[in-house]
């Protein structure tokens, strides 16, 4: 019990902030990843929004674009971690890892990333094969709708309802980071 009653006390204890060029080096890439990384990827869906009311072709490249940008922004995203986790142990305070505000973050950051990896990149895939599938669909009269426009629909929200509770989360980590509670 002792044991218990020292880690508690050692975690509860205030700590001072943790020094050294190394740690501020991480921290200095940390917020550079997490400005990009999730910067890229805060107008995912809007963006897709934009793209449609433009037309086909206008939409395929600004989808293929933003794919492109979206791509370099996830792996700013797992950068964030990284050298998020590397400022923490390079701070020396070890304690820092069983703080309750820092294990809530970590937990927000996983649900985002496989919301991201499991809800909107499969939706935003099937939406451009979707679009791919309609370009090359002969024309139909105007009262008539293709079938990959109704599927498009769906997709679009469903990457709209993904990103906004990504947009939401991510207020949430920062809520945390910033003042930890």
């Not at 508690?8 to 190394?22: E, I, N, R, Y």
């Not at 910067?39 to 794919?67: C, Q, S």
């Amino acid at each position: 019990m002792k044991g218990a009653a020292d880690l508690v006390a050692k975690v509860a204890a205030p700590a001072s902030p943790p020094s050294g060029w190394l740690f501020h080096l991480f921290v200095l890439l940390h917020i550079i990843c997490v400005v990009g990384g999730f910067g890229g990827m805060a107008y995912r869906a809007f963006v897709l929004d934009l793209a449609r009311r433009r037309g086909d072709v206008a939409t395929a490249g600004i989808l293929g674009a933003y794919g492109q940008i979206s791509s370099v922004a996830e792996v700013l995203i797992y950068g964030a971690a990284v050298f998020g986790v590397a400022a923490v142990a390079a701070g020396g305070h070890h304690s820092y890892f069983a703080r309750p505000w820092l294990f809530a973050a970590v937990v927000i950051y996983v649900v985002m990333v496989g919301l991201l990896h499991g809800l909107v990149r499969p939706a935003e895939r099937n939406y451009r094969r979707a679009l791919l599938e309609l370009a090359q669909a002969p024309s139909m009269p105007p009262p008539a709708r293709p079938p990959q426009m109704a599927e498009m629909d769906r997709l679009q929200r469903r990457i709209g309802a993904g990103m906004g509770t990504f947009n939401v989360l991510l207020l949430g980590a920062l809520y945390l980071m910033v003042f930890r509670p």
